[in-house]
């Protein structure tokens, strides 16, 4: 007969500690680290004129900034799955889970392809572009 019941989890793979260890690094090192940057760049979008191209290039870099944390934190579900292989939530969060997953990456992609297009637009109309400082 077919079961459905597992008594034990399964055991790790090698390549399973290398996941575990590469998103262990990236976690502690990345959110960190993007909280500051994210503060950093909310200071200097207050400093900076609402109608330059700095300031709208800094919105999509906070926009990506944010989109990184939430890979991140995506990220920190993954690592307690893979050190433990058991999901205490139950189908509803687990399905939620990647939900999240799945939309965290497409915010990150779809901002990464926005600040192509931004650039894009920057170098095609350049000479149109208000800089915040006065020709002489």
């Not at 793979?13 to 998103?23: C, P, T």
């Not at 109608?51 to 990184?68: C, E, I, M, R, Y």
């Not at 969060?93 to 915010?107: G, T």
Request: glycine letters at 4%; aromatic letters at 12%; charged letters at 15%.
């Amino acid at each position: 007969m077919n079961s459905t019941e597992f008594s034990e989890p399964p055991t790790h793979l090698f390549s399973d500690y290398v996941e575990m260890a590469y998103l262990a690094i990236l976690v502690i090192l990345g959110i960190p680290l993007n909280v500051f940057i994210l503060l950093k760049l909310i200071k200097d979008m207050k400093y900076t004129q609402k109608d330059s191209v700095k300031a709208g290039f800094l919105l999509l870099k906070v926009h990506l900034n944010v989109s990184d944390i939430l890979m991140l934190c995506i990220a920190c579900g993954k690592l307690l799955w893979l050190t433990t292989y058991y999901w205490p939530g139950g189908d509803i969060s687990c399905r939620v889970y990647f939900f999240l997953s799945m939309a965290a990456l497409c915010i990150s992609s779809n901002i990464v392809v926005c600040i192509a297009l931004d650039r894009l637009r920057n170098v095609l109309y350049a000479d149109q572009l208000h800089t915040g400082y006065k020709k002489v």
